[in-house]
């Protein structure tokens, strides 16, 4: 499974990356942005898309809301990455159409599984 | 020598006679004139107006004669007084009663005597006007006709004194009313005047009367511009107006008018009515306030008007949001490295970028754990933060107190293992139900247990109890450690208080615990607290109000009518009960809409009696929800202690509304009118 991991901060995206690859034997690319994003799921189709919230420039709701205006890049799951969980606002993401949101700091030893969680949830 | 004779009322008369104010007086021209008159009229040397005493006769005016006064043993005008009638004494020597009277044998030697009663409109006899000579005589029957209109001149003089005392007092009362009355005006007059926050008064249909100088200057307005012309609707904006009338109208069950209404819609009903509205000025800029609504009332319990004080809050909510944004940014900005630390960390520990030497894994480790507590302490930090700046909604539901310890110690069980202790549920939990969050009942329950089983030698154990104490139940967590040293105990429910630092990495926890407890009990109107607890060791305890008792009580005479009273007062919830018991029914009680739904849902009823306004709100949406469903439509709705009647769609669909006092046997009638129509007993739960 192909995943795009978003996030504004360097350190953020190696660790991530190596949870995803490492741990979780996903295929992961990674983008700096929103803009990026954009980019990189027009080019990659990847299965899942886990999104930073805050992000300078545009951030992850502003990019999700542009995904969904694509056609061909409608589809593809969304979980959204934040600090910020209180239920209101968990609420307004999963409004926006995500399947899930994944508190920060993650420990990367449980990423994987979290995500295959989400996605277990879904219905497949 | 005789005496004369008491009155039988004699001491109304001395009361009657005080009342005059006449006694030892300065002496009067207008008596003098009488007297002269009077001594003219009867061609005698001496005319006296006499005033009988307890103990003497004084005399008010004294023509012919130097005495002031003397005792009423030997007066004449003493026998007048004590027989009420006039008394002619032609010649004093030839009389029995007065042949060896002082007065006669020595001075003033009187012979002859004639005295008329002066007598009080309302029929006392005060004294005389009487006339004397020193030889013995007669009067003709004009003179002494002259005499007695003479007396009634007498009697019209002393009246008139008396009276003008009267009214002099009563001025000298207005007087001391009207300047109390203007001190008073002038108190509230500077009140209004000076008083910081603004003050606006209204007739009851909404005109403005009063506009204080403190709302001249927030909103721009002269009270000139605005008193008897202008609704503070045109304070408002219209928009927010509407929007809250809606709100109102669901809250209180009754529609509510976008306009006026909106704004004392709550007030009319007696209820506390605080709010933030938004003030617009004449300038059109906008500010935020917090506006406070109530009403006037006058003797009848009628509405007179209704008063509007409103405080500026704009610094309070710019305090606010920076508050709150400074909570998102802190969270966020703290958060963000740690999820870099934490996640490479956890990599590391884990053997993801290759197996670790064992001493750099140990020490990898120690990083691990500790930016774990990092995020713990970061957590608890934003927790207390949002509690007390009322940032996180509390969902407030009924439960049983019992309960929670029982699920709290089963979910506690084997954190508590972990430190060998035991966890023990000590007695019967009192029974008892409380409103609180039941989420953020568990995190203090859990917050006590961790700390005493922290606190606690090995193999000892945490005794936990519900016990319930006039209308409160209360929660104790008691251990069998050390205790809480003499000072650390001001400071336990402070913030980051932990009484032994030496220990703290080995015992965990943020030192936040306490406090974060303290205000979730606050916030649920309860209060916590700790005792040293006897043979050592500690109590801590929390308690929180006890909800009246749900559910059946007396047991119910076979065949009985079951009625539901939905009643939070708990006294008026008693007495209901036992009302009803009187009459032969069986009762159940519910103090919320909550409980009343679950009970309706499970069990059967052949009446319900009603208080629109319970412990979790109105129940108008209940009322409807009863009537749309099948089983519960026929239901007998009687509507009991509502301070205002119910209008519109609810007073439609209710059986019977029996307002406040309560009239008991129009209640029990209307019992027993809805049960006998509603028939036969069908079987339980439908």
Redesign the interface.
Known sequence: MKILLVDDEEDIRKIGRLSLEAVGKFQAVVASGGAEALQMAWDERPDLILMDVMMPEMDGPTAVVKLRLIPELQAIPIVFMTARVQRAEIDHYLALGAIGVIPKPFDPMALPDQIRKIMASRGG | MKKPDTPADELQRLDKLRQYQILDTAPESAFDDLTKLAAYVAGVPIALVSLIDADRQWFKSRYGLEVPETPRDVSFCGHVVGSGAALTVPDALADPRFADNPLVTGAPEIRFYAGTPLVTPDGFTLGTLCTIDVRARQLSPEQDALLKVLARQVVDQLERRRQTRVLQAQQAQLARNMQQTSDAVSLLRGILKNANVSVIETTPSGTIRVFNAAAERMLGYSAEELVGQASPAILHDPAEVAARAIELSTELGVPVEPGFDAFVAKARRGTADEGEWTYIRKDGSRFPVLLSVTARRGARGEIVGYLGIASDISERKRVERLQSEFV?TV??EL??P???????L??LA?G??GALPVQAKEYVDIAVSN?DRL?RLINDILDIDKIRSDDV?FKFMTIPVGNAVKHAIAANAAFAAQYAVRLELVGDPAAGDVRADPDRLAQVLTNLISNAAKFSPTDASVELAVTRRDGRIRVTVRDHGPGIPDAFRGRIFQRFAQADTSNTRQRGGTGLGLSISKAIIEKMDGLIGFEPAPGGGTEFYFELPCLPAVGTTAPAAAGAFRILVCEDDPDLAGALERLLNRHGFSVDLSPTIERARQLLASEHYDAMTLDLMLADGHAGALVRELRASEATRQLPIIVVSCVDAPAGSVASLVNDIIPEPLDESRLVAAINKATAVSGSRPGPAG
Not at chain 2, 338 to 344: H, P, V
């Open positions: 998102s969270s966020h958060r963000t740690l999820t870099a630390i934490r996640g490479a956890g990599l884990a993801v970028t930016s995020v909604t």
